[in-house]
Protein backbone atom coordinates (compact mmCIF):
# COMPACT_ATOMS: atom_id res chain seq x y z
CA UNK A 1 0.00 0.00 0.00
CA UNK A 2 1.71 3.28 -1.04
CA UNK A 3 1.77 6.51 1.34
CA UNK A 4 -1.46 7.90 0.04
CA UNK A 5 -4.00 4.84 0.17
CA UNK A 6 -2.28 4.57 4.16
CA UNK A 7 -3.18 7.67 5.13
CA UNK A 8 -6.39 8.12 3.57
CA UNK A 9 -7.20 4.62 5.13
CA UNK A 10 -6.34 5.85 8.42
CA UNK A 11 -8.28 8.71 8.34
CA UNK A 12 -11.85 6.99 7.90
CA UNK A 13 -10.58 5.18 10.57
CA UNK A 14 -9.99 8.03 12.33
CA UNK A 15 -12.87 8.83 14.84
CA UNK A 16 -12.36 12.12 14.84
CA UNK A 17 -13.83 14.80 13.43
CA UNK A 18 -12.33 17.22 10.61
CA UNK A 19 -13.92 20.11 12.58
CA UNK A 20 -12.08 19.07 15.49
CA UNK A 21 -8.22 19.64 13.90
CA UNK A 22 -7.37 16.23 14.82
CA UNK A 23 -5.06 14.88 12.13
CA UNK A 24 -2.17 12.76 14.00
CA UNK A 25 -2.90 9.49 12.44
CA UNK A 26 -3.08 10.81 8.96
CA UNK A 27 -0.08 10.85 6.54
CA UNK A 28 2.54 12.28 8.37
CA UNK A 29 4.92 13.57 5.77
CA UNK A 30 1.70 15.47 4.21
CA UNK A 31 0.81 18.86 5.93
CA UNK A 32 -2.56 19.10 7.80
CA UNK A 33 -4.27 21.09 4.72
CA UNK A 34 -3.63 18.72 2.16
CA UNK A 35 -5.85 16.48 4.05
CA UNK A 36 -8.13 19.05 4.70
CA UNK A 37 -8.67 19.76 1.04
CA UNK A 38 -9.01 16.08 0.34
CA UNK A 39 -11.72 15.48 2.56
CA UNK A 40 -13.55 18.85 1.52
CA UNK A 41 -16.83 18.26 -0.29
CA UNK A 42 -15.28 21.43 -1.82
CA UNK A 43 -12.39 19.83 -2.71
CA UNK A 44 -13.41 19.34 -6.75
CA UNK A 45 -15.24 23.06 -6.87
CA UNK A 46 -13.55 25.09 -9.61
CA UNK A 47 -10.93 27.45 -8.97
CA UNK A 48 -12.16 31.00 -7.70
CA UNK A 49 -12.28 34.36 -9.88
CA UNK A 50 -9.93 36.86 -9.17
CA UNK A 51 -12.80 38.51 -7.84
CA UNK A 52 -14.20 36.71 -5.56
CA UNK A 53 -10.30 35.42 -3.92
CA UNK A 54 -10.23 39.80 -3.78
CA UNK A 55 -12.94 39.63 -1.44
CA UNK A 56 -12.18 36.56 0.48
CA UNK A 57 -8.50 38.28 1.00
CA UNK A 58 -10.38 41.43 2.49
CA UNK A 59 -12.64 39.33 4.67
CA UNK A 60 -9.51 37.71 6.06
CA UNK A 61 -7.76 41.30 6.50
CA UNK A 62 -9.95 42.39 8.34
CA UNK A 63 -10.34 39.91 10.68
CA UNK A 64 -6.72 38.92 11.47
CA UNK A 65 -4.48 41.59 10.77
CA UNK A 66 -6.02 43.88 13.15
CA UNK A 67 -5.49 42.04 16.05
CA UNK A 68 -1.66 41.22 14.77
CA UNK A 69 -1.17 45.15 14.65
CA UNK A 70 -2.57 45.36 17.90
CA UNK A 71 -0.01 42.81 19.33
CA UNK A 72 2.56 44.49 17.44
CA UNK A 73 1.56 47.66 18.84
CA UNK A 74 1.80 46.41 22.50
CA UNK A 75 4.61 44.46 22.19
CA UNK A 76 6.93 47.68 21.20
CA UNK A 77 5.14 50.53 23.63
CA UNK A 78 5.76 47.69 26.68
CA UNK A 79 9.28 46.97 25.21
CA UNK A 80 10.27 50.85 24.88
CA UNK A 81 7.80 51.92 28.41
CA UNK A 82 11.48 52.15 29.79
CA UNK A 83 12.65 54.60 27.52
CA UNK A 84 10.07 56.92 28.54
CA UNK A 85 10.05 55.61 32.57
CA UNK A 86 13.76 57.24 32.19
CA UNK A 87 13.15 60.51 31.60
CA UNK A 88 9.95 60.58 33.69
CA UNK A 89 12.11 60.20 36.80
CA UNK A 90 12.30 56.35 37.29
CA UNK A 91 16.47 56.23 36.90
CA UNK A 92 15.75 58.25 40.44
CA UNK A 93 13.16 56.97 42.44
CA UNK A 94 15.52 53.71 42.10
CA UNK A 95 18.75 55.13 43.08
CA UNK A 96 20.13 53.36 39.59
CA UNK A 97 23.70 54.05 38.81
CA UNK A 98 26.05 53.88 35.92
CA UNK A 99 25.34 51.32 33.21
CA UNK A 100 22.77 50.23 35.22
CA UNK A 101 19.31 51.27 33.40
CA UNK A 102 21.46 50.24 30.14
CA UNK A 103 21.87 46.35 31.43
CA UNK A 104 18.31 46.70 32.22
CA UNK A 105 17.68 47.52 28.47
CA UNK A 106 20.14 44.62 27.59
CA UNK A 107 18.84 41.93 29.92
CA UNK A 108 15.32 42.14 28.67
CA UNK A 109 16.97 41.07 25.24
CA UNK A 110 19.11 38.17 26.48
CA UNK A 111 15.98 36.96 28.12
CA UNK A 112 14.39 37.19 24.52
CA UNK A 113 17.21 35.67 23.18
CA UNK A 114 17.00 32.99 25.32
CA UNK A 115 13.51 32.00 25.53
CA UNK A 116 13.81 31.79 21.40
CA UNK A 117 15.19 28.46 22.03
CA UNK A 118 11.84 26.59 23.82
CA UNK A 119 9.87 29.17 21.62
CA UNK A 120 11.17 26.98 18.18
CA UNK A 121 10.12 24.01 20.11
CA UNK A 122 6.77 24.95 20.88
CA UNK A 123 5.70 26.36 17.96
CA UNK A 124 5.82 23.08 15.70
CA UNK A 125 3.69 21.48 18.71
CA UNK A 126 1.22 23.63 20.10
CA UNK A 127 -1.67 25.70 17.90
CA UNK A 128 0.47 28.96 17.49
CA UNK A 129 -2.52 31.89 18.21
CA UNK A 130 -3.08 30.19 21.46
CA UNK A 131 0.77 30.17 21.99
CA UNK A 132 0.73 34.26 20.95
CA UNK A 133 -2.00 34.72 23.23
CA UNK A 134 -0.92 33.51 26.21
CA UNK A 135 2.06 35.51 26.25
CA UNK A 136 0.65 38.26 25.32
CA UNK A 137 -1.57 38.06 28.71
CA UNK A 138 1.73 36.94 30.38
CA UNK A 139 3.87 40.00 29.32
CA UNK A 140 1.29 42.51 29.94
CA UNK A 141 1.45 40.96 33.53
CA UNK A 142 5.16 41.29 33.78
CA UNK A 143 4.24 45.19 32.30
CA UNK A 144 2.34 45.81 35.05
CA UNK A 145 4.57 44.11 37.40
CA UNK A 146 7.12 46.77 36.64
CA UNK A 147 4.89 49.07 38.79
CA UNK A 148 6.39 47.52 41.42
CA UNK A 149 10.51 47.76 40.97
CA UNK A 150 11.97 49.63 44.13
CA UNK A 151 15.72 49.09 43.14
CA UNK A 152 18.03 47.64 40.17
CA UNK A 153 17.41 43.93 41.03
CA UNK A 154 13.36 44.04 41.31
CA UNK A 155 13.54 46.35 37.76
CA UNK A 156 15.92 43.42 36.55
CA UNK A 157 13.21 40.91 36.99
CA UNK A 158 10.74 42.52 35.46
CA UNK A 159 12.34 42.99 32.43
CA UNK A 160 13.80 39.92 32.27
CA UNK A 161 10.09 38.12 32.30
CA UNK A 162 8.84 40.74 29.87
CA UNK A 163 11.79 39.38 27.24
CA UNK A 164 10.89 36.22 28.24
CA UNK A 165 6.88 36.16 27.14
CA UNK A 166 7.50 39.10 24.13
CA UNK A 167 9.97 36.32 22.79
CA UNK A 168 7.17 34.46 21.09
CA UNK A 169 5.45 37.54 19.43
CA UNK A 170 7.86 37.34 16.04
CA UNK A 171 8.38 34.16 14.87
CA UNK A 172 4.31 33.51 15.77
CA UNK A 173 3.15 36.55 13.68
CA UNK A 174 5.58 35.51 10.83
CA UNK A 175 4.28 31.78 10.73
CA UNK A 176 0.93 33.38 11.08
CA UNK A 177 0.51 35.50 8.43
CA UNK A 178 2.34 33.15 6.33
CA UNK A 179 -0.19 30.67 6.14
CA UNK A 180 -3.01 33.32 4.33
CA UNK A 181 -1.10 34.52 1.73
CA UNK A 182 0.70 33.89 -1.34
CA UNK A 183 4.43 35.36 -1.08
CA UNK A 184 3.28 38.56 -2.72
CA UNK A 185 0.31 39.10 -1.19
CA UNK A 186 2.15 38.70 2.09
CA UNK A 187 4.04 41.61 2.09
CA UNK A 188 2.12 44.37 2.42
CA UNK A 189 0.08 42.51 5.60
CA UNK A 190 3.48 42.03 7.10
CA UNK A 191 3.85 45.61 6.66
CA UNK A 192 0.97 46.94 7.94
CA UNK A 193 0.78 44.79 11.44
CA UNK A 194 4.30 45.74 11.58
CA UNK A 195 3.67 49.12 11.38
CA UNK A 196 2.23 48.67 14.77
CA UNK A 197 5.79 49.80 15.52
CA UNK A 198 5.97 53.14 14.44
CA UNK A 199 2.18 53.88 16.00
CA UNK A 200 3.86 52.11 19.47
CA UNK A 201 6.35 55.15 19.21
CA UNK A 202 3.35 58.06 18.59
CA UNK A 203 1.37 56.07 21.27
CA UNK A 204 4.80 55.93 23.86
CA UNK A 205 5.12 59.52 23.43
CA UNK A 206 1.65 60.51 24.29
CA UNK A 207 0.70 58.04 26.89
CA UNK A 208 4.43 59.26 28.47
CA UNK A 209 3.66 62.84 28.19
CA UNK A 210 0.00 62.44 29.67
CA UNK A 211 1.36 60.37 32.64
CA UNK A 212 3.55 63.64 33.31
CA UNK A 213 1.33 65.66 34.14
CA UNK A 214 -0.23 63.45 36.47
CA UNK A 215 0.77 64.44 40.45
CA UNK A 216 0.78 61.79 42.91
CA UNK A 217 3.22 61.92 45.27
CA UNK A 218 2.25 58.10 46.75
CA UNK A 219 2.82 56.29 43.38
CA UNK A 220 5.06 57.50 40.30
CA UNK A 221 3.55 58.50 36.99
CA UNK A 222 6.05 56.40 35.83
CA UNK A 223 4.45 53.57 37.55
CA UNK A 224 0.92 54.55 36.87
CA UNK A 225 1.91 54.69 33.11
CA UNK A 226 3.40 50.69 33.71
CA UNK A 227 -0.03 49.42 35.35
CA UNK A 228 -2.04 51.24 32.10
CA UNK A 229 -0.06 49.52 30.11
CA UNK A 230 0.06 46.13 31.34
CA UNK A 231 -3.85 46.32 31.87
CA UNK A 232 -4.37 47.37 28.33
CA UNK A 233 -2.14 44.56 27.14
CA UNK A 234 -3.65 42.22 28.86
CA UNK A 235 -6.97 42.55 27.13
CA UNK A 236 -5.47 42.43 23.71
CA UNK A 237 -3.58 39.06 25.12
CA UNK A 238 -7.66 37.46 25.49
CA UNK A 239 -9.04 39.12 22.30
CA UNK A 240 -5.67 37.39 20.68
CA UNK A 241 -6.44 33.93 22.45
CA UNK A 242 -10.23 33.68 21.61
CA UNK A 243 -10.42 35.53 18.31
CA UNK A 244 -7.24 34.75 16.56
CA UNK A 245 -7.24 31.64 14.49
CA UNK A 246 -4.77 29.41 14.62
CA UNK A 247 -4.78 28.20 10.78
CA UNK A 248 -7.03 28.83 7.99
CA UNK A 249 -8.55 25.63 8.66
CA UNK A 250 -9.82 26.87 12.39
CA UNK A 251 -11.27 29.96 10.93
CA UNK A 252 -15.03 30.11 12.37
CA UNK A 253 -15.60 33.29 10.00
CA UNK A 254 -14.94 31.28 6.67
CA UNK A 255 -17.02 28.80 5.13
CA UNK A 256 -15.59 25.21 4.38
CA UNK A 257 -15.89 26.23 0.49
CA UNK A 258 -13.66 29.51 1.30
CA UNK A 259 -11.27 27.43 3.52
CA UNK A 260 -10.98 25.04 0.37
CA UNK A 261 -10.22 28.03 -1.79
CA UNK A 262 -7.79 29.96 0.43
CA UNK A 263 -5.89 27.05 0.64
CA UNK A 264 -5.36 25.93 -2.91
CA UNK A 265 -4.61 29.41 -3.77
CA UNK A 266 -1.35 30.12 -1.41
CA UNK A 267 -0.46 26.62 -2.21
CA UNK A 268 1.97 28.03 -4.45
CA UNK A 269 3.82 28.87 -1.93
CA UNK A 270 5.12 25.30 -0.69
CA UNK A 271 5.99 26.39 2.34
CA UNK A 272 2.59 23.88 4.29
CA UNK A 273 0.77 24.92 6.73
CA UNK A 274 0.91 22.86 9.93
CA UNK A 275 2.94 19.54 10.51
CA UNK A 276 3.32 18.62 13.74
CA UNK A 277 6.21 15.84 12.77
CA UNK A 278 9.36 17.13 13.72
CA UNK A 279 12.33 15.96 11.29
CA UNK A 280 15.71 15.75 12.58
CA UNK A 281 17.48 15.89 8.92
CA UNK A 282 15.56 19.78 8.72
CA UNK A 283 17.79 21.01 11.86
CA UNK A 284 20.44 19.70 10.61
CA UNK A 285 19.47 21.33 7.19
CA UNK A 286 19.64 24.66 8.84
CA UNK A 287 23.68 24.22 10.11
CA UNK A 288 24.81 24.22 6.82
CA UNK A 289 21.85 26.71 5.35
CA UNK A 290 23.96 29.87 3.76
CA UNK A 291 20.90 31.82 3.33
CA UNK A 292 19.77 31.85 6.85
CA UNK A 293 22.91 32.97 8.04
CA UNK A 294 22.96 35.79 5.97
CA UNK A 295 20.19 36.80 7.81
CA UNK A 296 20.98 36.47 10.77
CA UNK A 297 24.00 38.39 9.95
CA UNK A 298 21.66 41.09 8.49
CA UNK A 299 19.00 41.18 11.00
CA UNK A 300 22.10 41.45 13.64
CA UNK A 301 23.96 44.59 11.94
CA UNK A 302 19.88 46.19 11.47
CA UNK A 303 18.86 45.51 15.11
CA UNK A 304 22.04 47.35 16.50
CA UNK A 305 20.69 50.44 15.18
CA UNK A 306 17.30 49.71 15.98
CA UNK A 307 18.26 48.79 19.41
CA UNK A 308 20.05 52.15 20.25
CA UNK A 309 17.21 53.98 18.69
CA UNK A 310 14.28 52.40 20.57
CA UNK A 311 15.90 52.25 23.99
CA UNK A 312 17.51 55.69 24.18
CA UNK A 313 15.66 58.09 21.86
CA UNK A 314 14.19 59.84 24.29
CA UNK A 315 17.30 60.15 26.47
CA UNK A 316 18.87 61.84 23.17
CA UNK A 317 16.42 64.58 22.69
CA UNK A 318 16.41 65.15 26.23
CA UNK A 319 20.35 65.77 26.34
CA UNK A 320 19.32 68.25 23.49
CA UNK A 321 17.89 70.44 25.98
CA UNK A 322 14.72 70.11 26.29
CA UNK A 323 12.11 69.40 29.21
CA UNK A 324 10.70 65.57 29.95
CA UNK A 325 7.50 66.42 29.04
CA UNK A 326 8.72 67.87 25.55
CA UNK A 327 11.42 64.86 24.95
CA UNK A 328 8.49 62.49 25.03
CA UNK A 329 6.55 64.65 22.43
CA UNK A 330 9.50 65.08 20.25
CA UNK A 331 10.24 61.64 19.68
CA UNK A 332 6.87 61.11 18.30
CA UNK A 333 7.77 62.09 14.53
CA UNK A 334 10.20 59.07 14.83
CA UNK A 335 6.70 56.45 14.75
CA UNK A 336 5.47 58.68 11.74
CA UNK A 337 8.64 57.66 9.96
CA UNK A 338 8.44 54.40 11.13
CA UNK A 339 4.82 54.22 9.59
CA UNK A 340 5.54 55.57 6.42
CA UNK A 341 8.82 53.45 5.85
CA UNK A 342 7.15 50.54 6.56
CA UNK A 343 4.36 50.93 4.35
CA UNK A 344 5.96 51.82 1.47
CA UNK A 345 8.09 48.90 1.36
CA UNK A 346 5.81 46.58 1.72
CA UNK A 347 3.73 47.72 -0.59
CA UNK A 348 6.71 47.94 -2.97
CA UNK A 349 7.75 44.69 -2.08
CA UNK A 350 3.85 43.94 -3.27
CA UNK A 351 4.22 45.23 -7.03
CA UNK A 352 7.94 45.17 -7.71
CA UNK A 353 9.83 42.66 -5.29
CA UNK A 354 13.47 43.53 -5.29
CA UNK A 355 13.42 42.78 -1.67
CA UNK A 356 17.25 43.57 -1.16
CA UNK A 357 17.00 46.93 -3.20
CA UNK A 358 14.17 48.26 -0.80
CA UNK A 359 15.93 46.99 2.10
CA UNK A 360 19.08 48.85 0.84
CA UNK A 361 16.64 52.05 0.06
CA UNK A 362 15.78 52.14 3.95
CA UNK A 363 19.43 52.06 5.05
CA UNK A 364 20.47 55.06 3.37
CA UNK A 365 18.19 57.02 5.23
CA UNK A 366 20.00 54.95 8.54
CA UNK A 367 23.07 56.18 6.87
CA UNK A 368 22.12 59.90 6.97
CA UNK A 369 20.77 59.97 10.00
CA UNK A 370 23.45 58.58 12.22
CA UNK A 371 26.22 60.57 10.51
CA UNK A 372 24.20 63.42 11.48
CA UNK A 373 23.72 62.22 14.73
CA UNK A 374 27.70 61.47 15.08
CA UNK A 375 29.03 64.58 13.56
CA UNK A 376 26.72 67.61 13.62
CA UNK A 377 26.86 67.64 17.30
CA UNK A 378 27.05 71.35 17.45
CA UNK A 379 23.13 71.81 16.04
CA UNK A 380 20.32 70.60 17.75
CA UNK A 381 17.87 70.58 14.59
CA UNK A 382 20.35 68.25 12.48
CA UNK A 383 20.51 65.95 15.93
CA UNK A 384 16.55 65.52 15.92
CA UNK A 385 16.68 65.17 12.02
CA UNK A 386 19.25 62.33 12.67
CA UNK A 387 17.51 60.40 15.06
CA UNK A 388 14.11 60.56 12.59
CA UNK A 389 16.07 59.25 9.66
CA UNK A 390 16.87 56.54 11.75
CA UNK A 391 13.86 55.14 12.36
CA UNK A 392 13.34 53.96 8.45
CA UNK A 393 15.52 51.56 9.38
CA UNK A 394 12.73 49.82 11.13
CA UNK A 395 11.32 48.91 7.69
CA UNK A 396 14.65 46.90 7.43
CA UNK A 397 13.04 44.06 9.55
CA UNK A 398 9.74 43.64 8.37
CA UNK A 399 11.49 42.82 4.86
CA UNK A 400 13.90 40.07 6.85
CA UNK A 401 10.76 38.24 8.33
CA UNK A 402 9.06 38.35 5.18
CA UNK A 403 11.82 37.38 3.45
CA UNK A 404 12.93 34.56 5.73
CA UNK A 405 8.93 33.58 5.81
CA UNK A 406 9.22 32.68 1.93
CA UNK A 407 12.38 31.53 1.48
CA UNK A 408 12.35 28.52 4.09
CA UNK A 409 9.76 25.68 3.69
CA UNK A 410 9.87 22.43 5.77
CA UNK A 411 8.00 22.79 8.82
CA UNK A 412 10.38 21.40 11.20
CA UNK A 413 12.88 24.17 9.55
CA UNK A 414 10.25 27.00 9.17
CA UNK A 415 9.42 26.89 13.04
CA UNK A 416 13.35 27.12 13.98
CA UNK A 417 14.27 29.85 11.17
CA UNK A 418 11.95 32.19 12.31
CA UNK A 419 12.84 31.64 15.52
CA UNK A 420 16.36 32.03 14.88
CA UNK A 421 15.65 35.25 13.31
CA UNK A 422 13.34 36.83 15.88
CA UNK A 423 16.65 35.82 18.60
CA UNK A 424 19.09 37.67 16.06
CA UNK A 425 16.87 40.64 16.56
CA UNK A 426 17.70 40.57 19.69
CA UNK A 427 21.50 39.96 19.84
CA UNK A 428 21.89 43.00 17.95
CA UNK A 429 19.23 44.41 21.11
CA UNK A 430 22.04 42.82 23.10
CA UNK A 431 24.85 44.85 21.32
CA UNK A 432 23.25 48.17 20.79
CA UNK A 433 22.26 49.90 24.07
CA UNK A 434 25.41 48.48 25.48
CA UNK A 435 27.52 50.88 23.25
CA UNK A 436 25.66 54.01 25.50
CA UNK A 437 28.06 53.51 28.00
CA UNK A 438 28.01 56.16 30.78
CA UNK A 439 31.43 57.71 30.57
CA UNK A 440 29.60 58.82 27.27
CA UNK A 441 27.63 61.13 28.28
CA UNK A 442 25.81 63.60 26.99
CA UNK A 443 26.66 63.06 23.55
CA UNK A 444 27.41 59.20 23.32
CA UNK A 445 29.31 59.86 19.94
CA UNK A 446 30.50 56.32 19.87
CA UNK A 447 27.04 54.86 19.36
CA UNK A 448 26.19 57.19 17.14
CA UNK A 449 29.18 55.50 14.92
CA UNK A 450 27.70 52.55 15.41
CA UNK A 451 24.70 53.32 14.18
CA UNK A 452 26.25 54.55 10.71
CA UNK A 453 28.95 51.96 10.59
CA UNK A 454 26.26 49.05 11.25
CA UNK A 455 23.96 50.85 8.52
CA UNK A 456 26.15 50.43 5.85
CA UNK A 457 27.20 47.62 6.38
CA UNK A 458 23.65 45.70 6.65
CA UNK A 459 23.51 47.21 3.42
CA UNK A 460 26.03 45.20 1.78
CA UNK A 461 25.18 42.18 3.22
CA UNK A 462 21.33 43.17 1.76
CA UNK A 463 23.31 43.00 -1.82
CA UNK A 464 25.10 40.07 -0.77
CA UNK A 465 22.29 38.05 0.25
CA UNK A 466 20.37 38.96 -3.45
CA UNK A 467 23.21 38.23 -4.95
CA UNK A 468 23.27 34.41 -2.95
CA UNK A 469 19.39 33.75 -3.86
CA UNK A 470 19.71 34.62 -7.22
CA UNK A 471 23.13 31.93 -7.72
CA UNK A 472 20.76 29.12 -6.10
CA UNK A 473 18.07 29.94 -8.12
CA UNK A 474 20.60 29.30 -11.72
CA UNK A 475 21.61 26.19 -10.03
CA UNK A 476 18.32 25.01 -9.71
CA UNK A 477 17.55 25.98 -13.19
CA UNK A 478 20.38 24.03 -14.11
CA UNK A 479 19.59 20.97 -12.47
CA UNK A 480 17.20 18.67 -14.46
CA UNK A 481 14.31 19.24 -12.52
CA UNK A 482 12.92 15.86 -11.12
CA UNK A 483 9.62 16.68 -9.88
CA UNK A 484 6.69 16.60 -12.06
CA UNK A 485 4.62 19.71 -12.92
CA UNK A 486 2.65 21.50 -10.07
CA UNK A 487 -0.95 20.89 -10.96
CA UNK A 488 -3.89 20.52 -9.78
CA UNK A 489 -3.70 16.83 -9.84
CA UNK A 490 -0.47 16.91 -8.22
CA UNK A 491 -1.80 18.24 -4.61
CA UNK A 492 0.76 16.07 -2.62
CA UNK A 493 3.57 17.80 -4.21
CA UNK A 494 2.43 21.41 -3.18
CA UNK A 495 2.30 19.67 0.75
CA UNK A 496 5.00 17.56 0.92
CA UNK A 497 6.43 19.33 4.21
CA UNK A 498 10.07 19.15 2.04
CA UNK A 499 12.51 22.06 2.72
CA UNK A 500 13.58 24.83 0.23
CA UNK A 501 16.46 22.91 -0.88
CA UNK A 502 14.65 19.45 -1.41
CA UNK A 503 12.39 20.54 -3.30
CA UNK A 504 13.80 21.23 -6.47
CA UNK A 505 10.95 23.31 -8.46
CA UNK A 506 11.01 26.07 -5.18
CA UNK A 507 12.34 29.02 -5.98
CA UNK A 508 13.36 31.99 -3.83
CA UNK A 509 12.37 35.35 -3.95
CA UNK A 510 14.57 38.10 -3.35
Same mark, same amino acid.
Given at each position: ??????????????????????????????????????????????????????????????????????????????????????????????????????????????????????????????????????????????????????????LLAARIFLGIFEAAIAPSLMLISSQWYTKSEAAPRFSVWYSGLGLGQILGGIVSYAFQQVENPSFSEWKIM????????????????????????????????????????????????????????????????????????????????????????????????????????????????????? &????????? @? %? /? +?? *?? !????????? &????????? @? %? /? +?? *?? !???????????????????????????????????????????????????????????????????????????????????????????????????????????????????????????????
Amino acid at each position: MDNKSAAVAESKADTNSKSNGSYASRGRDLDQAYWYVQESRSHNEDQASASELKALRRKVDWRIVPIMFCCYTMQFIDKVSLNYAAVMGLNKDLKLKGNEFTNAATWFFIAYLIAEVPNAMILQKVPVAKWLGVNVVLWGVATACTAAAHNYGSLLAARIFLGIFEAAIAPSLMLISSQWYTKSEAAPRFSVWYSGLGLGQILGGIVSYAFQQVENPSFSEWKIMFVVLGLVTVLVGFITFFFLPDTPMKARFLSESQKVVLLKHVAVNQTGIVNKRVKPRQILEILFDIQLWLMVLLTILISISSGVVTTYSATLIRNFGFTAPNAALLNMPSGIVSIAST &LIVGYGVRH @T %S /N +RW *AW !LIACCVPGI &LGGALMSFA @T %S /N +RG *AQ !LAGIYLVNAITATLVIIYQWTASNVAGQTKRVIAVSLVAGSFSVGNIIGPQTFQAKDAPDYIPAKITVLATQAAAALMAFATFVYYVSANKRKDAAAPAEVEVTDQNEEHLWGDRTDKENRSFRYVY
